[in-house]
């Protein structure tokens, strides 16, 4: 075990960090396409509670919460696919909430931006882990 974490299986920090991560996207999704002056806390729900529901079902499975994975400079490749992964099931809960139809090019786009903003919190998590 890292004598790090503390016997920690699931850092809180890197929790919460995952959670911000995702509303910082989600702003930055509704500020990009010019809605976040009109966008509302429900309307934004829409997005932010299927994105992050679809990431804490799928980032597991990569062990993104483990110390030794999450830490890891090399293992940032596992954060992105995770993203890529959890968002056909974000775009699809999303749908439902709505009412609609997934549109294929939201969750291509919602994928991508997601999996890249989770790489910046997640090399930066990586980056202060390491200086420890």
């Given at each position: 075990?890292?004598?790090?974490?503390?016997?920690?299986?699931?850092?809180?920090?890197?929790?919460?960090?995952?959670?911000?991560?995702?509303?910082?996207?989600?702003?930055?999704?509704?500020?990009?396409?010019?809605?976040?002056?009109?966008?509302?806390?429900?309307?934004?729900?829409?997005?932010?509670?299927?994105?992050?529901?679809?990431?804490?079902?799928?980032?597991?499975?990569?062990?993104?919460?483990?110390?030794?994975?999450?830490?890891?400079?090399?293992?940032?490749?596992?954060?992105?696919?995770?993203?890529?992964?959890?968002?056909?099931?974000?775009?699809?809960?999303?749908a439902a909430m709505l009412g609609s139809v997934v549109l294929p090019l939201f969750v291509g786009i919602?994928?991508?931006?997601?999996?890249?903003?989770?790489?910046?919190?997640?090399?930066?998590?990586?980056?202060?882990?390491?200086?420890?």
């Amino acid at each position: 075990m890292d004598k790090r974490d503390g016997g920690s299986r699931f850092p809180p920090w890197l929790v919460c960090g995952d959670i911000l991560a995702i509303a910082i996207l989600t702003v930055i999704g509704f500020a990009s396409h010019g809605e976040l002056q009109t966008a509302y806390l429900a309307r934004m729900s829409t997005t932010f509670l299927p994105l992050l529901a679809g990431w804490f079902l799928v980032a597991p499975w990569f062990g993104l919460f483990r110390n030794g994975i999450a830490d890891e400079p090399r293992q940032l490749w596992r954060p992105c696919l995770a993203m890529l992964l959890a968002a056909p099931l974000a775009g699809t809960l999303r749908a439902a909430m709505l009412g609609s139809v997934v549109l294929p090019l939201f969750v291509g786009i919602l994928g991508g931006s997601a999996a890249l903003g989770m790489l910046a919190w997640r090399a930066t998590w990586s980056l202060i882990r390491k200086k420890r």
